[in-house]
């Protein structure tokens, strides 16, 4: 069974402030597919990245930089220099590439940046 | 217009009561799934279907049914609403060709009092 855990719970930072969001995840599969979603307050998902498992380049896209370790099984998210909008809850997500196909996600992380 | 709707986007309901929440895609896709996010959590797999005559149950099917009465519509029951139900829903689409990417709706915030 695939699992992933994000252990923080609740981050809080000044703006400005670089944080980093951690994410590890369990699979038996050897091919699979991560994600990054942000909830904002409204509530809806909304896409952050997808990462396929043979691809272990970090990411870097504006602000956002992902760092994918397949030998930690771990897919941590960092925002560089923080804003008030980034206030979300995060979502890391798995999906292995047989059977259903469904993500698995994490039960997230609160950000809430502070002016 | 959005590629993912549901209907109600808000319901609040009473103990006991049958609900049904809608959801529509025009992506063209054929997966279809049904998540619930309870406060506080992430979300979890409630039914997901392949195409109109494939039907699977998730991790939380209990106490929930679906209809899938075409390839863009999927439609999610409570044949008797219980206030733990109380959530917020998620349905998603998802094509075989796209990297297990998933497609959600904006959610549909249940009550059940």
């Known amino acids: 069974a695939q699992k992933v855990t994000q252990a923080q719970t609740e981050i809080s930072v000044v703006e400005k402030e670089d944080v980093t969001l951690d994410c590890v995840y369990e699979?038996?599969?050897?091919?699979?597919?991560l994600f990054w979603y942000k909830q904002p307050p409204s509530g809806e998902l909304v896409f952050l990245i997808r990462?396929?498992?043979?691809?272990?380049q970090n990411e870097i896209s504006g602000r956002y930089s992902w760092n994918f370790q397949k030998s930690t099984s771990s897919f941590n998210f960092t925002i560089t220099a923080s804003q008030v909008v980034d206030s979300a809850v995060y979502f890391c997500?798995?999906?292995?590439?047989?059977?259903?196909?469904?993500?698995?996600f994490g039960s997230g992380t609160r950000l809430q940046v502070q002016p | 217009d959005a590629d993912v709707t549901q209907t109600p986007r808000n319901r609040i309901t009473k103990t006991g009561k049958r609900i049904m929440l809608e959801c529509s895609q025009t992506?063209?896709?054929?997966?279809m799934y049904w998540y619930r996010q309870d406060p506080g959590l992430g979300l979890q797999l409630i039914y997901y279907?392949?195409?109109?005559?494939?039907?699977n149950k998730g991790e939380i099917s209990d106490g929930y049914s679906v209809s899938r009465q075409a390839q863009a519509k999927f439609s999610l029951s409570l044949e008797s609403a219980i206030p733990n139900q109380t959530a917020l829903y998620f349905c998603?689409?998802?094509?075989?060709?796209?990297?297990?990417?998933?497609?959600f709706g904006p959610g549909t915030r249940l009550t059940v009092l």
């Open positions: 990462r396929n498992s043979f691809d272990e």
């Open positions: 699979t038996r599969d050897t091919t699979y597919y």
């Open positions: 997500a798995l999906s292995e590439n047989t059977g259903r196909r469904a993500l698995t």
């Open positions: 279907s392949f195409d109109v005559k494939d039907i």
């Open positions: 992506k063209g896709h054929d997966r």
């Open positions: 998603a689409t998802a094509s075989g060709r796209a990297y297990n990417e998933q497609f």
